[in-house]
Structure formats: C-alpha cells, structure tokens
C-alpha cells in the first residue's frame, strides 16, 4: 500500500514475515497470485466493514459520510505508485479491484440513495442506478493520472470535494439541514 507493488519483492515479503521466499511459494505459484489473494481478502474485508457501517448508522446521510471517512482513512494509506502498479503491472488483480467497484460499491451506493429517499433526507427525482454508476465513474476518474496529474498527495482532499460535491447534489431541504448538523461536528 504505502511503496506499490512493484518495488516490494518476494524476497522482501519474506523478510518482513520472517520466513523464506521457499516457505512463501508453497503457499502461492507467485506474486499475481499473492497479490490476487490480498486483494480478493480486502475486498472481503471491505465489504464486510461497510455492511457493518450501514446497519450502525442512523440514516442515509450518516452512513455516506461514515463510509466516506472510511475509504479517505484507507486511501491515506495507498500510494499513488499501487494503483499505476496495478493498472500497469498486475492487470488481473485490478480487476479484481475494479469489479469490486463496479459490483459492490455500485450496490452501496444504490442502496444509500434507495434509503435516503424513503427517510426523506434525498431528493425523489433521483435516478438510484443512474446516479450509483456516475459515482463509480467519478471515483475512477480521481485515480486516473491523465485527468487529475495531481492526484498523489492531494487524492484525500479530492474525495473529500468529490463526497461534499455528491452528497450536496443528493439531499432535499430536510436532508440538506441534517447533512450541516453532521458537518458542524466534524472537528476542523
């Protein structure tokens, strides 16, 4: 996560976990099959955070910003060269990463809106399919180099605008009011 997956060799996965890269390669043929595995557990672990995220959150709005602090702590600890590794280096694997985005997160976020209307918190014009793959879109688009140069450091704060520019363009008056209640007690 913090180096990419290129720079960091089997030889050196040994060494942090103590043991030999021999002991490793009973367990995987080779690095893509690692990495396969690593994310196909993430992801996993990702979705069952976020099932936990929606049952404990109060409403439609809470869970959204909920999730939102989730994946910008998550995000603060990816470098940018990870996902360029992926996208370049490991293209099996980022498509594990890609249809868990496509699929899963596409769903949260369906299901988010869904709520939203039937709390009255959302407006009930909008489209819950339409709108999840523009996000799933969106979020694509602030990891691509070519659209935002920038990105490296400045990713979480990027998503951060990107969540405030989505939840904003959600919410009707009552949930406009509520979104700024959430918002006034976040600390500075």
């Known amino acids: 996560m913090r180096y990419g997956i290129k720079s960091v060799t089997m030889d050196d996965i040994a060494k942090h976990l103590g043991m030999s890269k021999k002991t490793i390669y009973q367990h ?48 603060s600890q990816l470098s940018a060269n990870t996902i360029y590794d ?10 594990i990463w890609e249809s868990f985005h496509q699929e899963v997160i596409f769903e949260v976020i369906k299901s988010n809106i869904k709520r939203g209307k039937e709390e009255k918190l959302y407006r009930y014009e909008i489209d819950e399919m339409f709108i999840a793959k523009i996000y799933i879109e969106m979020t694509r688009m602030l990891s691509d180099e070519h659209i935002f140069p920038m990105m490296g450091s400045n990713f979480n704060q990027m998503y951060k605008q990107f969540i405030n ?13 509520l979104l700024n209640k959430y918002i006034s007690k976040i600390p500075a």
């Open 86 to 95: 992926l996208k370049k280096y490991y293209k099996q694997s980022y498509q």
């Open 28 to 75: 995987v043929s080779h690095k893509k099959d690692l990495l396969n595995r690593i994310l196909t557990e993430h992801t996993n672990e990702e979705t069952c955070i976020v099932d936990q995220i929606q049952k404990d959150s109060t409403d439609a709005i809470d869970e959204i910003l909920k999730i939102a602090k989730y994946v910008i702590v998550q995000l």
């Open 165 to 177: 520019y989505h939840v904003r363009g959600l919410v009707n008056e009552k949930g406009f009011e």
